[in-house]
């Protein structure tokens, strides 16, 4: 059984910073690429960036560019999301995914799902 397991929310203040990680287990998943996502109440889920266990590329969203940096550690099968200058507007529920495919950008492409973890922003 695969499983992945988001942690490091929580609540910050506006400008702060805020590093989540995310686990995986039950699989060797040298060939995965990992992915955050984030979904706000109401809204459509989003791409974050993504990042590929065999390759050093990452891609970001545009509103993520220059705040936000993706990186793994596949001694610990964990990939981390580090986030700076956070906005009110960052708050949402952030998941990681996992995809068998090159690093991609759509939600339809990835398999495994976390069940989330909350990032508050106060302003």
């Known amino acids: 059984q695969v499983q992945l397991v988001e942690s490091g929310g929580g609540s910050v203040q506006a400008g702060g910073s805020l590093r989540l990680s995310c686990t995986m287990s039950?699989?060797?998943?040298?060939?995965?690429?990992m992915g955050w996502f984030r979904q706000a109440p109401g809204k459509e889920r989003e791409f974050v960036a993504v990042?590929?266990?065999?390759?050093?590329?990452?891609k970001y969203g545009d509103s993520m560019k220059g705040r936000f940096t993706i990186s793994r550690d596949n001694a610990k099968n964990t990939v981390y999301l580090q986030m700076n200058s956070l906005h009110a507007e960052d708050s949402a529920v952030y998941y990681c995914?996992?995809?068998?495919?090159?690093?991609?950008?759509?939600?339809?492409?990835?398999?495994?799902w976390g069940q989330g973890t909350q990032v508050t922003v106060s302003s």
């Open positions: 039950g699989r060797t998943f040298s060939t995965y690429s």
């Open positions: 995914a996992a995809t068998g495919r090159a690093s991609t950008m759509l939600t339809d492409d990835y398999r495994y």
């Open positions: 990042i590929s266990w065999t390759g050093p590329n990452t």
